[in-house]
């Protein structure tokens, strides 16, 4: 941030603004104060029967690596919403929200990750254009070297625990403190 | 926001930018694409013994109605460290979280609540700056008229409802759509 975006004007200072306790942004030309807040990210892991559904990214980061779809939740979007669009638009799928798995934190880059577990309509997904292979694998068939992210890692071994307990149990994990669920 | 947070530029349009399917501000002079989503509200209900602690507002909007302490989820922080945070500014108390009671989503404002149910650290608290008064609430003596949010008085039937079952179930609602936890 190098320009006030309501007045345009240089005169930006990174300070504590009265009655509040954090610095933030603030024009001392105009008086706004930028606030800066954490972002969403929300997912859901397709299930189709003892399968679950990733998708391998065909953009940086994790280029490569495979992935439960996931996605910055946008604005007028419900956190259900956002993961169905994401299925969509990652795996060219729909699914069923069934319950919400994962609140993983990642403090030190902004985001705090929401993931679902839902049913794959009908078994059916394609590739979408952010994806380079979409695959419906077995617990034992899981990629866990070539995983994108600890906060999929994370929600896999949620689902697989909340499996074999025959529970639905919210998993809350963070980077890097937290132990994957057994 | 009317002029370009990096260069300064008025030369601002919302468009759906190249490879995108949202509309974003872009910047025609740098090409900076200036991303808006949703925050995130975190806070805690404070249980002690058969009570409940609310905090009524001392600031807009909502002044002088009922609250669950709760407040912007800032940069850095957990979702829960921000609800310990919030409990502390608003009831000058100490809380420890115990598990995750609601998901409330607030499209229309760009909002998702997160809302803990956390044990009042020997039944102490104060009135914070933001707060007028500070009360333990037996259930039958919430002020039902007077709860600041429907996202509060939706956790507070999340809760009475969790404590008649005995269970910890996480709540997902949202406004206006929802039906109360019954």
Redesign the interface.
Known sequence: ????????S?DLQFRIPD?D??PRFVCDNCHTI???????VTGCLPVWEDRVLLCRRAIAPAYGLWNVPSG??????????GARREVR?EAAAEVTID??IT?Y?L??V?Q?Y?QFVGELAGGRYGIG?ESLESRLFREEEIPWKDIAFTSSAYTLRAYFANRKSGEQL?H?G?FPETAPPQ
């Open positions: 941030m190098n320009f006030c975006s309501h007045c345009g240089a009655q306790n954090q930028h606030y800066q807040n954490p972002k969403m910055y939740l946008e604005n007028g979007e419900s956190v259900a919403d638009e319950y919400l609140v934190d403090e030190k902004n705090v929401l254009p919210l809350r963070s």
